[in-house]
């Protein structure tokens, strides 16, 4: 018995050696639950995406008609990166209502006297949160989008008349009118591009283009609310009168 118990021993540690070199195989391979494969790799070390090219939507405004817009925006610092951003996949993509060559001619004057955050905020109010193209814009009647620019509550009033999209512009007395689409991109930009008839401006520097505190009551009363008050205090001076007229004749 002792000369057999000796192999029988050999061979029971030799098959627990074996069996545990295969159970550590497989833990090598178990998957701890919320954690990544060693095999796949970590979330973490996947590269982000790139940046569309610089030139790219520079090139689709130039090829669209926007040619001086595009200068503007080439040579104002930031501008282009904050449009870039959008254009990252996942960053909400972008819509940019594109001034043609004319209308950026005749405004570029006082564009170049601008101080460098108003530039700033002039080109940015061209750009939208978010790609509208252009069967969204069929059913926009009077909606707000909110722009790049600065200030957040600026805003540009989409409405699309069933033949042409117009953006509202109140405080500048009319509305800029979409002569074409130029881009309605899907891959790899997000993007929509219109190209427009007249420069938008936000409403804050259309206060300072105009003087002040009387723009800046324009914008904020309605038209129609002046016009009432105008016609209230002609009333008022009329029954005045009246009354005026009224006394004087009982003391005579």
Not at 42 to 51: E, I, K, N, R
Not at 77 to 104: E, W
Not at 233 to 242: N, S
Request: aromatic letters at 8%.
């Amino acid at each position: 018995m002792t000369g057999l118990a000796a192999p029988v021993l050999i061979g029971l540690l030799l098959f627990a050696s074996g069996a545990t070199a295969a159970g550590d195989d497989e833990l090598a391979h178990l998957q701890v639950p919320g954690t990544a494969d060693s095999g796949l790799g970590h979330g973490s070390d996947a590269p982000l995406p790139p940046l569309p090219p610089q030139g790219q939507l520079m090139d689709i405004m130039s090829t669209g008609g926007c040619v001086r817009f595009a200068a503007l925006v080439a040579a104002t610092p930031n501008v282009s990166d904050v449009f870039q951003q959008r254009l990252v996949p996942g960053a909400g993509g972008l819509t940019l209502f594109c001034p043609d060559d004319k209308a950026v001619d005749s405004f570029e004057p006082t564009f170049r006297a601008l101080a460098q955050s108003d530039r700033l905020d002039v080109l940015l109010h061209h750009a939208t949160l978010g790609r509208y193209v252009r069967a969204q814009l069929a059913a926009f009647d009077w909606v707000a989008a909110r722009t790049l620019a600065a200030n957040r509550s600026q805003s540009i009033t989409i409405r699309d008349d069933g033949d042409t999209v117009w953006l509202w512009r109140s405080w500048q007395g009319g509305a800029a009118r979409v002569i074409k689409t130029v881009s309605e991109e899907e891959a790899p930009l997000a993007l929509a591009v219109y190209l427009v008839d007249a420069v938008l401006l936000p409403g804050h520097l259309r206060q300072k283009l105009d003087g002040g505190y009387f723009a800046w009551l324009h914008m904020l009363i309605p038209v129609w609310v002046g016009l009432c008050w105008a016609l209230a205090a002609m009333v008022g001076v009329i029954i005045g009168f009246l009354l005026m007229l009224g006394a004087m004749s009982r003391w005579i």
